[in-house]
C-alpha cells in the first residue's frame, strides 16, 4: 500500500498562484510516476502532470506554460506550482502515485490522494 499526503489547495484570484504538494509512504518502488489529475464540478477527472522517477514529465496542453511539476526523490513528495491561475483551473485536484512492477508503461497499481480544492476567483 501507498499513501499519500495532499497540501496546498486554497482560493485565488484569477492570475495568482498556488503550489500544490504530496508526500508518499509506504510500499514504494523504484519506478514509478507521481502526478496530479484534477475533477471539476460535474464534470470527469481528467490528467494535470505527470513526472516519473527518471524524471520524464507530461502536462495536459491547457496548462502548458503556466503550471510546473517536480519531485523529490528523497522525500516521495511530487510538487505542482501552478501560476498565472485562471477560473477554468478550478477543480479537485488529486495526487496520484502509479506504482510500475517492471518498467515504465506495464503493469501497475495506482494511489488517489483524498484531493484538494482550488477554487481560482475571476
Known amino acids: 500500500q501507498v499513501q499519500l499526503v495532499e497540501s496546498g489547495g486554497g482560493l485565488v484570484q484569477a492570475g495568482g498562484s498556488l503550489r500544490l504538494s504530496c508526500a508518499a509512504s509506504?510500499?514504494?518502488?523504484?519506478?514509478?510516476?507521481m502526478g496530479w489529475y484534477r475533477q471539476p464540478s460535474r464534470k470527469q477527472r481528467e490528467l494535470v502532470a505527470t513526472?516519473?522517477?527518471?524524471?520524464?514529465?507530461n502536462y495536459v496542453d491547457s496548462v502548458k506554460g503556466r503550471f510546473t511539476i517536480s519531485r523529490d526523490n528523497a522525500k516521495n513528495t511530487v510538487y505542482l506550482q501552478m501560476n498565472s491561475l485562471k477560473p477554468e483551473d478550478t477543480a479537485v485536484y488529486f495526487c496520484?502515485?502509479?506504482?510500475?512492477?517492471?518498467?515504465?508503461?506495464?503493469?501497475?497499481?495506482?494511489?488517489w490522494g483524498q484531493g484538494t480544492q482550488v477554487t481560482v476567483s475571476s
Open positions: 496520484n502515485f502509479r506504482r510500475y512492477y517492471g518498467s515504465v508503461g506495464g503493469s501497475y497499481s495506482d494511489y
Open positions: 509506504g510500499s514504494i518502488f523504484s519506478t514509478n510516476a
Open positions: 513526472i516519473t522517477s527518471g524524471g520524464v514529465i
